[in-house]
């Protein structure tokens, strides 16, 4: 694949990235579903890594990361590694453990999910804020909202892939 057509990819993928965003900062919280705000950011990293594999799971994870780091308040560091982590992740067990699928992104999706909210429980509980039991009833529903999101995101993505993923352009 040319240099050109990987810049075209990449390109296409993060305006894919724009929408995906937007629902996520500007329209979703203003209708928060069971009291929580649904997380679609990680899984479009993973949705790319499920469609893409793990080298570029983890490339797009940590351009997702950094967009997630710089453009929500309170955000450090630490997502730009944590999200390029769980793309490599996800891009490996999708391509050799699970399926290249709809189904594959699911299970990689409630697991990168899994693993942020259980990170944020712990980082919570570890401060003092609240007890677990508190914590928990809002991780739950936030991970379940944040996962029914998953085939619709995995879609933009998915269309995305049929036009320019892959080696498509080569």
Same mark, same amino acid.
């Given at each position: 694949m ?5 810049i075209?990819?990449w390109t296409?993928y993060a305006?894919?990235l ?11 919280p ?5 009291g929580?705000?649904?997380?679609? /950011? ?7 890594a ?16 950094l967009l997630?780091?710089l453009?929500y ?9 944590? /999200? ?7 891009g490996?067990?999708?391509r050799?453990?699970l399926s290249?699928s709809?189904?594959?992104? /699911?299970?990689?999706?409630?697991? =990168?999910l899994?693993?942020?909210g259980?990170g ?10 609240a007890?677990l039991? =508190?914590l928990?009833q ?24 049929r ?8």
């Open positions: 040319t240099r050109r057509n990987l075209h990819k296409v305006l894919a724009v929408p995906v965003w937007l629902l996520d900062a500007c329209i979703l203003r209708w928060p579903v069971l929580v705000i649904p997380t679609l /950011l990680p899984l479009a990293a993973v949705a790319v499920v469609l893409e594999g793990g080298l570029a799971g983890s490339g797009f994870g940590m351009g997702t990361g997630w780091a453009a308040p309170g955000g450090f560091g630490f997502r730009v590694f944590l /999200l390029a982590l769980a793309g490599m992740a996800a490996i067990l999708s050799y453990v290249q709809l189904f594959g992104c /699911l299970i990689c999706s409630a697991g =990168v899994a693993a942020l259980g944020h429980v712990l980082r919570l509980l570890a401060a003092g804020t007890p039991p =508190v928990l809002v991780a739950v529903p936030e991970w379940l909202v944040s996962l029914a999101w998953s085939p619709a995101v995995y879609l933009i993505f998915r269309a995305v892939y036009k320019v993923g892959g080696t498509r352009l080569a």
